[in-house]
């Protein structure tokens, strides 16, 4: 079974650009979370999808956005990117919304899209 | 602001010893804890999770949680040079709307020395 695929792998923007990043959640899973991963910090986090609805946000700016689709995948879109926008920025699938994440509800990363921002 | 927190390390162990990872956590409502191993230019992947009071174990990986203390553990044994990665410590929170999110520490660097 593939596990959950991001596209692209890496990519180079400059100031003030827009960028869209793309999520394949694992077959069967039906949540989508993204999380930003600035060097040298953990994971942090941006947005919950759930049923093409956006379930939970972080503290991010408007300029963030994201959008799920009805086959479950998802696009993560960052406007006007700033230099510190640079990171690996990673999805994550579980089974389904209200449930704690543990068991078989836990949480599943993507290997990730790195974002430099020049 | 509900906040885990790591040591950064670099923790260095000889092979084959013990390696002791420690976290701590804001939130007293907090109930599901997680540790991930994270390889460098890599995504974190689960190694562990642990939801009661006590010891948990996994192979050659124990997961503790003391919830009066707010403190979760990790203890590898006959660490491998294989181990070095970043380790990050999570807990589960309640954002609303049957949403769950994942709050992560900054991860402690384990080296291994053969």
């Known amino acids: 079974d593939a596990g959950v695929t991001q596209s692209p792998t890496h990519l180079i923007k400059t100031r003030g650009q827009q960028v869209t990043l793309r999520c394949s959640p694992i077959?069967?899973?039906?949540?989508v979370s993204w999380y930003q991963q600035v060097l040298g910090q953990g994971p942090q986090f941006i947005f919950q999808?759930?049923?093409?609805?956006?379930?939970g946000r972080g503290n991010f700016p408007d300029r963030f956005s994201a959008r799920q689709f009805p086959n479950y995948s998802s696009e993560l879109n960052v406007n006007a990117l700033l230099l510190g926008d640079s990171a690996l920025y990673l999805c994550?699938?579980?089974?389904?919304?209200?449930?704690?994440?543990?068991?078989?509800?836990?949480?599943?990363f993507g290997a990730g899209s790195r974002l430099t921002v020049l | 602001q509900k906040e885990v927190e790591q040591n950064s390390g670099p923790l260095s162990v000889p092979e084959g010893a013990i390696a002791s990872l420690n976290c701590t956590y804001s939130d007293r409502g907090s109930q599901s804890f997680f540790w991930y191993r994270q390889y460098s230019g890599k995504s974190p992947e689960l190694i562990m999770s642990i939801y009661s009071n006590g010891d948990k174990e996994d192979g050659r990986f124990t997961a503790q949680l003391n919830k009066a203390s707010q403190y979760v553990s990790l203890l590898i044994r006959d660490s491998q040079p294989s181990d070095s990665a970043t380790y990050l410590c999570?807990?589960?929170?309640?954002?609303?709307?049957?949403?769950?999110?994942?709050?992560f520490g900054k991860g402690t660097k384990l080296s291994v020395i053969p």
């Open positions: 077959s069967g899973h039906k949540s």
């Open positions: 999570a807990e589960t929170l309640y954002s609303g709307a049957g949403s769950y999110q994942l709050t």
């Open positions: 994550a699938s579980s089974l389904v919304l209200g449930q704690k994440l543990s068991g078989a509800n836990v949480l599943t």
């Open positions: 999808y759930y049923e093409k609805e956006e379930r």
